[in-house]
């Protein structure tokens, strides 16, 4: 048969139902892809703020010295004439010089007294050198550390000198006499500023700067040598902090024109609105504004500081435009420091924009010291230009006729600006110029609503928005705002402080000193409010409340216990979780809060939480009722009832889906360990002796020749891709001593009792100390003793050897937290070892306070058998290793080492086993170095030996937490009105799906045109390669080229058309158990992988078969009491044959039992799951909880499950031979709804077709293949395949089966029982014999088969090579 060329070729056979078929994966539900699954649960990297004026200052005195000497013109200046007369706006030769000198002097002060009226203001005219200094030095007495402000005016004296010298008089002015800057620094001291005007001014600021140098030189010199004289006076104030404004640059004249005043500087810094309207009317443009004289502009109406009036309005927008530009120019630390530390400093500076800008145009540049960057050609200038001139234009109306004023448009249009900037712009764009202004609109209640719109909507973009506006100044406003009743800004400003806190929580102490608390309790007490701002407030109130005392006793005043309460079952689920975050946080240490929940049975409303749909929310009720134990005030027996209550109530969560549940949990009871740590100490050292006096039977003793395959025996052995979760594993072991640790696991089959505990684990050490495990920090309690406890604690009656008068409580916590220690997620079961390990060390350090140390037995070589194991403890020097806070464990919650750069650090030990039993966490053979804990570093290794008496770090701290807190609170940093990328259609996460949909449907219409026509051979080899270790499980990507190869503990990927090994780790799973099943979720989108092992925990992956490290995204027990050595048993010996060629196929996967089964169903997120169960359990992957738990109602195991969504119908294998049908819909007694017991032995393989008239198909280890209608109670068809098979799969378009039996060839049919190919195998890859055939798996769409066999390799068979 030839394949049609155009199939290969044409991507889009037929539009239409290409189009269809893509549809369809559009509408498919993605598990496992929400935020908590994607990211690291940790809060964000706080961002240092900068915007809070660490010293806020006032000038609160103000040296005026004017030195005019009015009628006598200096003999270095050549006047003009006519020229320039006025001083502050009179004209000095309209009266008496003396008058003239004393009115402009008070004149002046006026000025001044505009922008800072509470400063104490002196007047020195035409002073003498003595005059000056005594002026300068009672000023700097009285004003201390705070600033002086020196203004010299020169227009009556000469310029200043190079030698740096300014001139005033002497006692009868008949001469100049100079006066050194040096000097002048000395009087004013720091910090201090400068104005000069005068011509040449530039000269001072150097000479100013060059002095502050010498000064510094001098005291460096004073500093070295005692003798210098300078070194008993005190230390003169460092001139770093003073400020200088000066007219003109060193070489310029001040200008002349007799149209501008003389003191055309200071007339900028003090009267900047009538000089810059002056020069408005003087300009050529003013010409288009008729009827506008320098007369007119005098009768401006209104006052400076009232806005609704023409003067008020452009003082206003000229204040928002100086603002503006600066905040544009000027570096942000340099803005902080001249524009919102000093209100008068703060003017002066906005006025020396205009002062830069009006006198530039006369060829005079005015200095500062610092240097401001040039801002008189800044394009807001424009709009200033523009203001004026509409606000001019409307003055001889206005002045004649009295027409009302007409306000300017100048803030709406800046606003709709930054709209603009809103609306257009793209990420990583320099900021919007508006920003200052949108702060100057805050304060008109005309635009308010729409600044506050606006400014919520920029804040919305991210933490670096929140940095800028708090920079700008934002923060006294919003405040203020608070104090608003009006019910409209409620939303916004519930919108703004969210966003601010988010990125600064340092603001909750400013909120309760202003009563700000009080707004936000009542928008979250109003249940008109929405939901989503009653979050926002609540989320408000939890930063509030958060480790600040004097918030949380200012919230319980406010009710905020009861209100939270209200509002705990409201169907807005980001509500319910931040109304638990605050409920924890108000009584986290803080006893009256407590009592306050207590007494509104807090806990008890909060229960209904831990089985809410949505896991966040879950988390947040364990962190609340975790607070809620851990309060370390005095217990009484009441309090003491209620912990025990919340304790049990917790216990209850211990097999939830989500592990950052789980991890809240271990931390929720650590802090009811802390609080009863006596009563726990004594459980453990109860549970200690019993672990050491259980016999376990020793691995040795138990093993069974044939019940080892020589693992990875072969002379390379390939290196794993190191995995996050596990670090580098297995990477240097050599082959011996990987046997020799193989040969120490315990692979019982029907031993004792101890087969039936969930765990059947008893390694030894030395397994794991081959294996190249880490000691992570001496544990006390190795993982292997933690297990042994578990298992013994399940059989001996415990209770009774407490004695009563301990409640079972403890022991029960105990219990689960030695659970929680095995969890299949690496971060729980470190927190909870943390938490065993602390008491176990707290309860022998009490016990036996003599040196123990364990010596001979332990050694790396000899194995030791797991019954000498007690507790065993490291000490230097009989002093005990103390558990120290910042432990540097393998968790997140404490502090890291440094790693390489890039790499994740590691999170636990590698091999460490799951659920149902551990191998060793730390093994306990005395090694000096921890190597682990510090990355690959190395920079700490120095006073950190394992005997180190501070060395016991893996202890947990008081406050172990997990983040959660501060990772939900990103939510509230992070962009809300974004569109998410996913759903934008332009990006290329949405290009990438668009992508593989599109691949997807042209896979699965190719590959249905070939099965269609009919599949005659499948016998084609298309790939074969030696996989790593003996295939287990082979499963094939729905739409990738590629393939997951299982073996006991390690997956390969390999891609069979380019023929090369993509990518190879380690499942994590304990050393004993096997993977026996493997799921792709997501396949058609972004592909996860989900690997079940034989004791009943699931782990999902990602990342896998691509350049980057594969990471687990989540781990649970999806069966908590598997029984891993239960086949199943047909009683009459009829059936040993069946029993044994079924043991004989397990043999493969290393240990009987079916293991775990599992079946996936994308469209609804369900993940069905049984094994050496006896029920079917469903989980739902949204919620990550168990849903529904159905009742086999057989005796035997479960060997394989297949579900149709469609019809809610599973079908179920059993080990029995029985065939189980069950309608998920209907309740656990009436939901079997058929049973066909027509085979006689093991259900190899049960399939459910998915059409709406689907039959089952099933065959057995006999060999017979039956069809069952589902309505009918017999089979519809048998046929008889090979006997003793060991593998089969069916695939699901192409109606074949194929079947691999013991004697090593592979059988495929069709349908109707003909064989279609026979696969042989003596004679294999290279001449090689190939093993017994131990998993085989079609592709879902393509005629493919996946052969697995016992001697490692990994085949695929198509119908013709030339299909794909």
């Not at 929940?597 to 947040?620: F, M, N, T």
């Not at 998410?980 to 290009?991: L, N, Y």
């Not at 295939?1031 to 299982?1046: D, E, L």
Request: charged content about 20%; aromatic content about 8%; some cysteine.
């Amino acid at each position: 048969m030839k394949m049609d060329s155009e199939l290969l070729h044409s991507p889009v056979v037929c539009l239409a139902e290409e189009e269809e078929a893509d549809m369809s994966d559009w509408n498919l539900p993605l598990a496992f892809m929400k935020k908590r699954h994607s990211e690291k649960i940790e809060g964000s990297k706080a961002l240092a703020q900068s915007w809070r004026m660490k010293d806020r200052m006032k000038t609160v005195s103000v040296a005026l010295v004017l030195c005019l000497n009015v009628g006598v013109d200096p003999p270095d200046v050549v006047k003009t004439s006519p020229c320039a007369r006025l001083e502050c706006w009179i004209d000095p030769l309209s009266m008496s010089p003396q008058k003239a000198l004393e009115t402009i002097g008070a004149n002046l002060q006026k000025q001044y007294e505009n922008w800072q009226p509470r400063a104490r203001y002196k007047q020195s005219l035409d002073p003498t050198v003595d005059e000056v200094k005594k002026l300068c030095t009672s000023l700097r007495r009285n004003a201390k550390e705070e600033r002086v402000l020196f203004h010299y005016n020169g227009h009556g004296v000469p310029r200043p000198t190079v030698n740096g010298e300014i001139w005033v008089f002497n006692k009868n002015y008949t001469q100049y006499i100079p006066l050194s800057v040096y000097d002048l620094q000395t009087w004013m001291g720091s910090p201090s500023i400068f104005v000069y005007d005068c011509s040449n001014a530039g000269i001072i600021v150097k000479s100013f700067k060059q002095f502050a140098l010498q000064r510094e030189q001098e005291l460096e010199v004073a500093a070295i040598n005692p003798n210098h004289p300078l070194a008993q006076m005190p230390l003169p104030p460092s001139m770093k902090n003073c400020i200088q404004l000066a007219a003109c640059e060193a070489s310029e004249l001040l200008p002349m024109n007799p149209d501008l005043p003389a003191d055309l500087f200071t007339s900028c810094l003090t009267t900047p609105i009538k000089i810059a309207l002056r020069w408005f009317c003087m300009q050529k443009s003013a010409k288009l504004v008729p009827g506008v004289t320098l007369d007119l502009i005098e009768k401006i109406p209104g006052r400076l500081n009232d806005r609704r009036t023409p003067l008020g309005e452009l003082n206003w927008i000229f204040t928002a435009i100086t603002d503006t530009i600066a905040w544009n120019v000027l570096p942000r630390d340099l803005f902080q420091k001249l524009f919102r530390q000093d209100l008068l400093v703060a003017s002066l500076f906005r006025n020396f924009l205009l002062a830069e800008r009006i006198m530039r145009s006369y060829n005079c540049t005015p200095v500062s010291s610092p240097r401001l960057p040039p801002t008189y050609m800044h394009a807001m200038w424009q709009a200033w230009d523009l203001a004026v001139d509409i606000c001019l234009s409307q003055l001889p109306t206005i002045i004649e006729e009295g027409t009302a004023f007409r306000h300017s448009p100048f803030f709406a249009e800046q606003l709709t600006a930054f709209q603009v900037w809103l609306t257009m712009g793209v990420e990583n764009r320099s900021p919007p110029e508006q920003l200052p202004i949108v702060l100057q609109v805050l304060l008109s209640q005309v635009h308010r609503l729409r600044a506050l719109d606006l400014l919520g909507r920029f804040l919305d973009l991210g933490p670096w928005a929140v940095s800028l506006a708090l920079s700008v100044g934002i923060f006294p406003y919003v405040l203020k705002l608070l104090q608003s009743s009006a019910r409209e800004l409620r939303p916004l400003l519930v919108f703004i402080w969210a966003k601010i806190l988010a990125v600064d929580s340092s603001c909750q102490a400013d909120l309760v000193k202003d009563n700000g608390h009080k707004y936000f309790l009542s928008v979250l007490a109003d249940p008109y409010m929405p939901a989503e701002h009653r979050t926002m407030a609540v989320f408000i109130l939890a930063v509030i409340v958060n480790s600040y005392t004097t918030g949380q006793e200012a919230c319980l005043q406010g009710n905020l216990i009861a209100i939270c309460l209200e509002q705990l079952s409201d169907p807005h689920p980001l509500l319910r979780q931040w109304v638990a975050i605050c409920l924890g946080r108000i009584w986290q240490n803080f006893d009256s809060a407590r009592w306050c929940g207590v007494r509104d049975s807090a806990h008890e409303k909060l229960y209904s939480l831990l089985s809410d749909p949505i896991p966040e929310v879950r988390c947040a009720a364990v962190f609340a009722l975790g607070t809620f134990v851990g309060n370390s005030a005095e217990r009484t027996d009441h309090s003491t009832t209620i912990d025990h209550n919340v304790a049990m109530m917790l216990a209850q969560l211990i097999n939830d889906g989500s592990p950052v549940v789980r991890k809240e949990l271990v931390v929720a009871l650590s802090h009811l360990v802390v609080q009863y740590e006596s009563n726990f100490c004594t459980v453990a050292l109860q549970f200690m002796e019993e672990e050491k006096n259980y016999p376990v039977p020793s691995p040795a003793n138990t093993l069974e020749p044939g019940n080892l395959t020589p693992v990875r025996d072969s002379p390379a052995i390939p290196r794993l891709r190191s995995v996050n979760s596990y670090t580098n594993i297995r990477a240097a072991t050599t082959a011996r001593n990987l046997n020799k640790s193989l040969q120490n696991l315990n692979l019982n089959e029907e031993g004792g009792p101890v087969a039936f505990s969930p765990g059947n684990l008893s390694t030894s050490s030395s397994a794991s100390s081959t294996l190249g495990s880490p000691d992570n920090d001496e544990y006390i309690l190795s993982f292997e003793t933690i297990d042994k406890m578990r298992r013994v604690s399940s059989y001996s009656s415990l209770n009774s050897l407490i004695g009563v008068s301990f409640n079972s409580v403890y022991t029960q916590i105990w219990r689960v937290l030695l659970h929680l220690a095995a969890d299949p997620f690496p971060e729980v079961s470190d927190l909870a070892m943390k938490v065993l390990n602390s008491i176990a060390y707290k309860a022998t350090m009490n016990a036996r306070p003599q040196r123990i140390l364990d010596s001979g037995s332990l050694t790396q070589s000899a194995p030791a058998s797991p019954t000498s194991k007690g507790a065993h403890i490291h000490q230097a020097g009989g002093s005990p290793p103390m558990p120290s806070a910042s432990s540097s464990s393998l968790t997140n919650e404490v502090p890291k080492p440094p790693i390489r750069g890039g790499e994740q650090p590691p999170m636990r030990p590698p091999y460490t086993p799951t659920l149902g039993g551990q191998a060793p966490h730390s093994h306990q053979f005395p090694r000096t170095r921890k190597m682990f804990d510090k990355g690959p570093s190395g920079s700490e290794l120095a006073g950190d030996d394992a005997d180190d008496p501070g060395g016991h770090k893996a202890y947990m701290n008081a406050n172990l937490s997990t983040g959660l807190c501060d990772w939900s609170a990103k939510y509230f940093a992070q962009p809300v009105m974004k569109i998410p990328e996913e759903h934008d259609v332009e990006s290329q996460v949405r290009k990438e799906r668009e992508w593989r949909f599109l691949r997807n449907a042209r896979v699965r219409k190719q590959s249905q045109r070939i099965t269609q026509r009919g599949v005659t051979r499948l016998d084609d080899q298309i790939f074969i390669n030696r996989n790593p270790g003996v295939p287990s499980v082979v499963k094939f990507h729905p739409f990738n080229p590629c393939i997951a190869v299982a073996d006991k503990d390690s997956i390969c990927f390999w891609d069979w058309e380019k023929a090369e090994r993509l990518d190879y780790f380690y499942n994590g799973n304990p050393r004993y158990t096997r993977i026996t099943a493997m799921e792709y979720l997501n396949g058609h989108d972004y592909s996860l992988l989900l690997t079940a092992t034989d004791d009943g925990a699931l782990r999902i992956w990602k990342n896998f078969a691509d350049q980057r490290n594969p990471e687990m995204v989540t781990a649970w027990q999806g069966l908590s009491d598997m029984l891993p050595t239960t086949r199943g048993q047909p009683s009459s010996s009829a059936h040993s044959l069946a029993r044994r060629v079924s043991i004989c196929l397990d043999r493969s996967k290393g240990q009987g039992g079916a293991g775990m089964v599992v079946d996936w169903e994308q469209e609804t997120g369900l993940l069905m799951t049984s094994g050496d169960v006896r029920v079917i359990r469903i989980w739902d992957t949204e919620r990550e909880m168990k849903v529904q738990d159905i009742p086999t109602g057989a005796d035997s195991c479960v060997t394989c499950l297949s579900c149709d969504s469609q019809r809610s119908l599973i079908a179920a294998g059993l080990g029995d031979g029985s065939v189980r049908l069950y309608d998920r819909r209907m309740g656990a007694n009436e939901c079997r709804v058929m049973t066909y017991r027509e085979h006689s032995s093991w259900v190899v393989k049960a399939h459910l077709q998915k059409q709406t008239d689907g039959k089952i198909i099933s065959v057995s280890v006999d060999g017979d293949v039956r069809f069952f209608e589902l309505r009918s109670p017999d089979s519809v068809n048998v046929l008889q395949t090979v006997k003793g098979l060991t593998a089969l799969d069916i695939h699901p378009q192409a109606n074949l089966f194929a079947c691999g039996s013991m004697n090593q060839f592979i059988a495929v049919y069709n349908s109707n029982g003909d064989v279609i190919s026979n696969i042989k195998y003596y004679d294999g890859f290279m001449g090689q014999r190939i093993g017994a055939i131990s998993c085989l798996a079609f592709h879902p769409y393509w005629p493919h088969l996946a052969v697995g066999s016992n001697d490692y390799y990994m085949s695929i068979y198509s119908a013709e090579k030339r299909l794909r």
